[in-house]
């Protein structure tokens, strides 16, 4: 039996277990390079090693079937490897964002509950600053990689109370991954190991991939596109994966060119950082095949300049609790759109309280074998997220006959202004059609005239004023989605997953708002 079957004896792991790719791969191509992480190669063979002896070491230490690991740290090759070794060992893999404040983290790593934490050198005085801040917690903490973990597993401070023993099964927790919170506190979404095979199996339906591909991750490890939005796929069928450890425009473009990548996901900021740096014109971009934007919409302006670069982009739409991946636009015909389901995924409107299937205008619905097991601990979100087998969004979207999905917007960032319902979305990719206008946001901001008054933040290439603004949207919008005001800003303030944080927006231009009175 491969390692994947004896972390936990004769028992055999469920079929759906992802501790079997590694054990499958290395023992077919085991010389065959599974990671580039800044210039140092690990094959197949290698990462199945490190991860089965990190495995029998979690176990040991009492951090086997039901426990939780957490970590923070770059995109790396030791995550990697603490990740298969999770799986095989049972563990779940909690990466969280070292872009964190301490407070931040330390409220994450409350919920999670983890018996262990692993911590890159480079992030140790955010989470130790968190970790005083629980006060008795009771977590061991070590590093990364041969420098710690692989070389020593700290105990678990109760091993009997914290893991359920016996072999890995398919509905076992694998990745704990936090939302981003655009309208809400965080949560902790959890994803079993079948959770994420399928997710896998139904990305490579609909966007192949072969073991002569080369990915370039660029998204952190602690997005869910980070691993099943083709790193984990690559890893299934033995495939190369170039890890960027925190993305860089300049850097990206190089390793396309260097490592002749064919394929990589971002969000929309991704690639529009991407056309504005001055290597996109004269970087190697031939080699890729396949560009997955998630995260939001692609403006049709930097669609058009990759194309003339000869990257194709295919827009997708997603989300942590699917395990992300919901749709995927196939070809021309999908343009505009965010395409139509994954195989295996199931769609559905909810309109007025009804589910309604077939075309239509409601909240996006998603059911499927990759929806999420549920919130760590937290049964009342659950039942908020879910009606019946259906996962609920939270995105207005329009369903074609043909079922082409086409997102209007967050179902609370709708603005409602002087009686009209504005999708703050439309404006900005309205905007962001401006030849000034490098970054765009819109949103709501309370208004005693208009109940909301539309406000758009820019980031811009070039001077551009108010008047050429306006005029610019003439004849694309109707004349009460203009914003009300423009607010040129340095920067888009964004979660990890490219979003705009419109919140954080709105309290800026309130709090700017009162300081004028």
């Known amino acids: ?108 790593l409350r919920i999670a509950d983890p018996s262990l934490l692993l911590v890159e050198d480079d992030h140790r005085p955010v989470a130790e600053a968190a970790l005083d801040r629980l006060g008795d917690h009771g977590i061991r903490t070590t590093a990364l990689g041969a420098a710690g973990a692989e070389s020593l597993v700290p105990d678990a401070p109760a091993p009997a109370e914290r893991a359920a023993g016996g072999a890995v099964q398919d509905d076992d927790g694998l990745l704990m991954l936090f939302t981003s919170g655009t309208t809400s506190a965080p949560k902790a979404v959890v994803l079993s190991h079948a959770n994420c095979a399928w997710a896998n199996l139904s990305l490579s339906r609909a966007t192949p991939m072969t073991p002569d591909d080369v990915v370039l991750q660029v998204l952190p490890q602690h997005h869910v596109a980070g691993w099943n939005i083709q790193p984990l796929l690559a890893w299934w069928v033995g495939a190369q994966v170039v890890l960027e450890r925190t993305f860089d425009a300049g850097r990206a473009l190089a390793l396309i060119e260097r490592h002749r990548v064919t394929a990589t996901m971002g969000v929309p900021t991704t690639f529009r950082s991407l056309i504005q740096h001055p290597d996109f014109a004269v970087r190697d971009l031939s080699s890729l095949r396949t560009a ?106 329009e369903r074609d006959p043909a079922g082409r999905i086409r997102i209007v917007d967050r179902v609370k960032d709708i603005v409602r202004s002087g009686g009209e319902s504005i999708a703050p979305i439309e404006v900005e990719l309205a905007l962001l059609e401006h030849p000034a206008v490098a970054d765009a946001a819109v949103a709501g901001v309370p208004s005693e005239r208009w109940g909301e008054e539309l406000v758009a933040w820019l980031v811009l290439a070039e001077p551009a004023d108010e008047r050429s603004l306006r005029d610019h949207l003439d004849g694309r919008l109707a004349g009460f989605k203009h914003p009300k005001r423009f607010l040129e800003v340095d920067q888009i303030p964004r979660t990890t997953s490219g979003k705009p944080l419109r919140r954080a927006l709105i309290a800026a231009a309130q709090a700017e708002r009162a300081e004028a009175r």
């Open 1 to 108: 039996m491969g390692g994947a079957a004896t972390v936990h004896g004769d028992a055999a792991p469920g079929a759906l277990t992802l501790g079997r790719w590694t054990t499958d791969r290395a023992a077919t191509d085991p010389s065959r390079p599974a990671i580039v992480d800044r210039g140092v190669t690990v094959s197949y063979g290698e990462l199945e090693a490190r991860a089965t002896a990190l495995a029998h070491a979690l176990v040991e230490a009492g951090h086997g079937r039901g426990a939780r690991i957490a970590t923070v740290t770059g995109s790396t090759a030791d995550q990697v490897v603490l990740l298969f070794a999770c799986a095989k060992a049972g563990a779940m893999l909690v990466p969280l964002s070292w872009r964190l404040t301490a407070r931040e983290l330390a409220e994450q």
């Open 292 to 397: 997955v934007v998630g995260g939001g919409m692609l403006d049709p302006r930097a669609v058009e300049q990759l194309a003339r670069r000869g990257v194709p982009v295919q827009q997708g739409y997603g989300l942590t609790e699917a395990a992300p991946n919901v749709t995927i636009a196939r070809d021309a015909s999908d343009a505009g759109t965010v395409g139509r389901p994954y195989p295996h995924v199931d769609l559905a409107l909810l309109v007025d309280g009804r589910v309604v299937h077939g075309a239509g205008t409601g909240e996006l619905l998603v059911r499927g074998p990759a929806v999420f097991q549920g919130y760590f601990r937290d049964p009342e979100a659950t039942a908020a997220a879910t009606l019946g087998p259906w996962l609920r969004t939270g995105d207005l979207v």
